[in-house]
């Protein structure tokens, strides 16, 4: 996973568990009378979306990932939206796209913006307020240049553009009759129906994933929504809940060759943050307020229905380990675990427990056998009176706790060991009197130093565009007084069939020995002083088509070295003096 999505969160169009947040009562949709006009064929109709978007000057919508579902035992439809989209977009390089999360977490809801307004291009993250991402604006937006910052656009585009902005995809498209769509295997029409009381063709594309099926208004021709196909993920989304179950993309207030303002295509620094040339994750989070205070007191219950408490460990170095049996990472934590106990298993100064979550309503026997049969020997205690979350904050599970001697909390770890040597390396710190606290507190002091390194590294002093800078002024022609030009040759049109970029290769104070010429972005064409041919070179097949170039160079013994390739190729092809690959 990339660094982004481990800081700023993921975009998923599948979510592994529902929650019935918002049910709304409706009327099945109505389904629409035979049609007497002449049947279109999905090609046919395909063929005419693809054309709206392509000769579109201009687009805005506004867009929702909905989940839907009618209910087996109310026959109600639910209906729950889990992301907001919008987009505006101007040919040829002037767009704002943006994405927000329709549910707010508990970290709150992350937004990302992606602006053009045709001179550069600016991107931001709700996580990370006091950054804006800059770059040049294309000269025409595609596809590959739509989001110039990388993480963003990884975070954002996780899924094919088709998937999450088919609308875009289709304004994009360089070539109308190529297939939006590329995966579908078939397609057939479906009844039409309704959607806002607008009449929508449907059509079903059968993919590897599942059935795709795009509602395209009869009179617009324009999408109104999109079912994505889901059957691989149909179990974990409790589709089985429901008579009938979709995820839909709801194209609204779907707007086509008309005007907008400029300023929606601003996107402003926000005071005190900083224009950077690509966006830097937060800095760590620093050391916990309650690290090297006094835990509050806590009774926990082993299994012979002793009290182990806060008092009674005093003077000991105390690792607890909460955990609970319906938590597959403590599972996996466990072996871990296990092995750091084994260094400490004899030792006086060490007290080393499992502390269970589970509810009082499980018996203390089977949550014993549950942490053997996962490898442990250490010995288990129960939280009968909830002091885990009150008394310790403990929110989650597995979380690791070490005191110190003097009932000071020294280290809360939440999550899975790295390995048992971690554990173990810090438990012996202390056994020798080493401060943790201060040395946690040293270490953040470090990072956060880096990340200033960094953040000052990525920052831009002022604007990639000039926002003063005057227009250049174009002076009158005028033609060199001692130039005189003479035709020598030309080349037929036979031997070049769409000449491009030029190279002169220079070996001999008499002038050039051989002329290259790019015919058609595909091969290279050889001519010597008088223009006779003196061959052709093919060049690997690649999908650009425009921007080649070629570029000599002459070694330190003399030999001459050639290379092609273009603006946004893909590829660099070298080769030697005799031409070869």
Same mark, same amino acid.
């Given at each position: ?237 409790? =589709?089985? %809940? ?5 995820? !839909?993309?709801? /194209?609204?207030? &779907?707007?086509?060759?008309? *005007?907008?303002? #400029? ?76 092995? =750091?106990? %084994? ?5 006086? !100064?060490?007290? /080393?427990?499992? &502390?269970?979550?589970?509810? *009082?309503?499980? #018996? ?96 831009? *002093? ?120």
């Amino acid at each position: 996973m990339s660094r982004f999505s481990h800081s700023f969160g993921v975009v998923t169009l599948a979510v592994s568990s529902l929650f019935l947040l918002a049910c709304s009562e409706a009327k099945s949709p109505r389904l629409s009378k035979p049609s007497q006009t002449k049947v279109i064929t999905p090609e046919e109709l395909l063929s005419k979306l693809r054309a709206t978007y392509v000769d579109a000057k201009s687009y805005s919508d506004n867009t929702t990932l909905v989940e839907r579902g009618v209910s087996r035992s109310r026959g109600t439809i639910t209906e729950i939206p889990y992301t907001h989209l919008s987009l505006l977009f101007t040919r040829p390089n002037r767009y704002a796209i943006s994405y927000e999360d329709a549910i707010a977490s508990s970290q709150g809801s992350t937004k990302y913006r992606v602006v053009s307004d045709g001179k550069r291009v600016r991107s931001s993250a709700s996580e990370l307020p006091h950054q804006i991402h800059e770059a040049v604006a294309p000269r025409e937006t595609t596809a590959e240049n739509l989001i110039p910052e990388p993480e963003l656009r990884q975070a954002i585009l996780q899924v094919a553009l088709e998937n999450l902005f088919p609308q875009l995809a289709m304004l994009l498209a360089e070539d109308a009759e190529k297939a939006v769509f590329p995966r579908a295997s078939q397609m057939e029409m479906l009844p039409e129906q309704e959607i806002e009381d607008a009449l929508c063709f449907r059509v079903a594309l059968i993919e590897p994933e599942g059935t795709r099926v795009l509602w395209i208004d009869k009179e617009k021709t324009i999408l109104r929504r999109m079912e994505l196909p889901i059957d691989q993920q149909r179990d974990q989304m409790g =589709a089985d %809940q429901y008579t009938a179950f979709s995820v !839909d993309l709801d /194209f609204e207030n &779907v707007a086509l060759n008309v *005007e907008f303002d #400029d300023k929606a295509f601003q996107l402003t620094v926000p005071e005190k943050a900083r224009l950077v040339r690509r966006l830097v994750p937060p800095p760590p989070e620093g050391p916990s307020e309650d690290l090297g205070k006094p835990v509050k007191e806590f009774a926990f219950t082993d299994a012979a229905g002793t009290k182990v408490t806060l008092a009674s460990l005093a003077g000991k170095i105390c690792v607890l380990d909460f955990w609970g049996t319906d938590c597959p990472p403590c599972k996996e934590n466990t072996p871990e675990l296990e092995a =750091a106990y %084994q260094q400490f298993k004899d030792a006086k !100064d060490v007290a /080393f427990y499992g &502390v269970s979550t589970d509810p *009082e309503s499980l #018996d203390t026997q089977a949550v014993e056998k549950t942490l053997q049969a996962w490898g442990a020997t250490f010995p288990v205690l129960r939280d009968l009176d909830k002091n885990v979350f009150h008394n310790l904050g403990v929110q989650a599970t597995p979380t690791l706790m070490l005191l110190g001697p003097d009932g000071r909390l020294l280290e809360r770890r939440v999550g899975m060991l790295e390995s048992a040597d971690e554990l173990v390396k810090q438990v012996r710190k202390v056994q020798v009197g080493e401060d943790l606290v201060q040395e946690a507190k040293d270490e953040h002091a470090r990072e956060l130093e880096k990340h200033e390194a960094i953040m000052d590294a990525a920052t831009l *002093e002022q604007s990639l565009v000039d926002e003063k800078g005057s227009p250049a002024e174009i002076a009158p022609r005028k033609m060199p007084e001692n130039l005189q030009l003479e035709e020598l040759w030309k080349s037929k049109l036979a031997n070049l069939s769409s000449p491009g970029d030029l190279a002169v290769l220079r070996t001999l104070p008499s002038g050039p020995r051989e002329i290259l010429v790019l015919d058609d972005n595909q091969s290279v064409v050889r001519y010597d002083n008088a223009g006779q041919e003196l061959g052709r070179v093919n060049i690997p097949s690649h999908e650009e088509k425009q921007g080649g170039f070629i570029r000599t160079a002459i070694d330190a013994e003399g030999i001459p070295w050639f290379l092609v390739s273009g603006s946004g190729w893909q590829q660099i092809f070298s080769y030697d003096k005799n031409w070869k690959l």
